[in-house]
């Protein structure tokens, strides 16, 4: 930040934009801010927002898959090797009752699993720290959705499943091993003291996620933690702890050009918030694909 002031970059921190126009933003305490080229990336928490002003605008948007599931943690030990080789590995699965799409995202290896807070309901995810270390590894196992007519609206549906978790769990995350779920029975708190695998996350409900999330995606969580434990011996084992739910919304994706502008003239979108991107890294790379796009039109 203090880079960017240092070459003329001005911040305006704690600033809420209401309405996208042309030409002009206009904040919260309707405060006017013109601008000559605006890049618009608020995130998935923004995602609703921008997307109701882009169509203001009559920007196109069409619906995008939604990922749903679950954050696995099991023994640091079990991943070593794997994470020794490839820090993040990603596996894709096609499960054999359904041929559904499960992926595993976001491998935290010694890290925690975390609470991830929403206005109206509560899910998990993960993070690892460089001089802080945990004995497990944790990584999420997603569920590809896509919903055609009469829903196409992929959010709505995974705030359903996510806000029903969220009631049975007290407004926290559910917690149940592996094996437990298997046996169609619930997670207690004494069945999670004799399980060798301690949750790195405290602030938990145990129970069944079989009450949470919908028969099918169980059906794929199994199926699939046993195909990839084909591949990593140990991931589907009794003790393995199921955190639920862990839910990718994804934007309505915004029809834009190569560069990522729409049909407003220099006016852009980037990151996951416009659905453009699924993950930080490939939303990074979208600002720089922005970046050159307005570039070229000023160097021009």
């Known amino acids: 930040m203090k880079d960017l002031e240092g070459k003329g970059v001005k911040f305006k921190l704690n600033c809420k934009i209401k309405e996208i126009k042309e030409g002009e933003l206009v904040t919260t305490k309707d405060e006017v801010i013109p601008w000559d080229f605006c890049l618009a990336a608020p995130g998935r928490s923004g995602m609703q927002w921008l997307i109701e002003e882009l ?20 023994p640091s ?7 020794s080789i490839q820090r993040d590995p990603k596996f894709h699965i096609h499960t054999p009752s359904y041929d559904d799409f499960v992926r595993t995202f976001c491998t935290n290896h010694t890290g925690f699993v975390v609470t991830e807070s929403y206005p109206d309901h509560v899910g998990v995810n993960g993070h690892s720290f460089l001089n802080k270390k945990s004995n497990n590894t ?41 094996g437990d779920l298997r046996r169609g029975r619930r997670s207690t708190w004494s069945r999670l003291k004799r399980s ?30 046993e195909k990839l434990d084909r591949l990593i011996p140990g991931v589907a084992s009794d003790s393995t702890l199921i955190y639920a739910p862990e839910i990718k919304y994804s934007a309505k994706k915004v029809d834009t050009d190569a560069f990522l502008e729409t049909s407003v003239t220099n006016l852009y979108v980037a990151g996951d918030g416009a659905g453009i991107s699924r993950g930080i890294v490939a939303a990074a790379a979208t600002g720089l694909l922005v970046a050159e796009g307005i570039l070229s039109k000023i160097s021009s």
């Open 196 to 225: 060798i695998v301690e949750p790195t996350l405290k602030s938990i409900t145990p129970g069944d996620i079989a009450m949470a999330l919908p028969a099918r995606l169980i059906t794929d969580v199994i199926e699939g933690l």
């Open 55 to 74: 169509e203001k605008l009559e920007i196109e948007t069409s619906w995008e898959p939604l990922d749903i599931g679950v954050r696995i943690e099991v």
């Open 138 to 178: 944790n990584f999420a196992f997603l569920v590809r959705v896509k919903l055609t007519e009469p829903l196409f609206d992929t959010t709505a549906y995974g705030k359903s499943i996510a806000v029903q978790a969220t009631i049975l769990g007290d407004n926290k995350p559910i917690l149940q091993r592996l």
């Open 77 to 83: 030990t079990v991943m070593e090797k794997i994470c």
